[in-house]
T-cell receptor, first 113, second 117 residues
Framework: AQTVTQSQPEMSVQEAETVTLSCTYD???????LFWYKQPPSRQMILVIR??????QNATENRFSVNFQKAAKSFSLKISDSQLGDTAMYFC??????????FGTGTRLKVLA | GAVVSQHPSWVICKSGTSVKIECRSL??????MFWYRQFPKQSLMLMAT?????????EQGVEKDKFLINHASLTLSTLTVTSAHPEDSSFYIC?????????????FGPGTRLLVL
């Protein structure tokens, strides 16, 4: 079965500090996409960052960056200079092309003032 | 970024009635949309894939006669919960697949909270 695993159910970080959320996945495809979505208390799913599997360069979006290790099937999210507004549930997802998206179980992140 | 709307955001209905939820991609065309269900403090569960102009593909265990999906245009998909019962109460989220510039991404609507009394 194709799975996405987030092994950290909950994490906390002090404001302005850096935190890394882990994600591993299983796939038999060679071309796919990886995503991190944020779900704040409003429950709106917001795209944080995406990575094409064929690209070796790690994606970055302002304070958010990923560490993509294709051989290890690992896709972690690093949040730098954490802000109170980063408090949310974070979901890792794998998908692309004709393949449906598979979401991890989520990591609840709390940024402490 | 691409915007997806969902309506209504909140609905309360009596058991036995039907409820229709609309999902629209506002600034892009989406041949493929998805419907998810999310229970409190859990991940998203894919219910079905909605394809414009063709029948939806349902996930195992999802009753297609219970959850009717119509994708009549490139910007609109609807989910109708027929003969709703209290166990259908949940948070329903739609998403639309954006493939512009070959950068495929799913963008999500704000969700619909359904409460069946």
């Amino acid at each position: 079965a194709q799975t996405v695993t987030q092994s950290q159910p909950e994490m906390s970080v002090q404001e302005a500090e850096t935190v890394t959320l882990s994600c591993t996945y299983d796939t038999s495809e060679n071309n796919y996409y990886l995503f991190w979505y944020k779900q704040p208390p409003s429950r709106q799913m917001i795209l944080v960052i995406r990575q094409e599997a064929y690209k070796q360069q790690n994606a970055t979006e302002n304070r958010f960056s990923v560490n993509f290790q294709k051989a290890a099937k690992s896709f972690s999210l690093k949040i730098s200079d954490s802000q109170l507004g980063d408090t949310a549930m974070y979901f890792c997802a794998r998908g692309g092309g004709t393949y449906k998206y598979i979401f991890g179980t989520g990591t609840r992140l709390k940024v402490l003032a | 970024g691409a915007v997806v709307s969902q309506h209504p955001s909140w609905v309360i209905c009596k058991s036995g009635t039907s409820v229709k939820i609309e999902c629209r991609s506002l600034d892009f065309q989406a041949t493929t949309m998805f419907w998810y269900r999310q229970f409190p403090k859990q991940s998203l569960m894919l219910m079905a894939t909605s394809n414009e102009g063709s029948k939806a593909t349902y996930e195992q265990g999802v009753e297609k006669d219970k959850f009717l999906i119509n994708h009549a245009s490139l910007t609109l998909s609807t989910l109708t919960v027929t003969s709703a019962h209290p166990e259908d109460s949940s948070f329903y989220i739609c998403s639309a697949k954006h493939t512009g510039l070959l950068r495929e991404t799913q963008y999500f609507g704000p969700g619909t909270r359904l409460l069946v009394l």
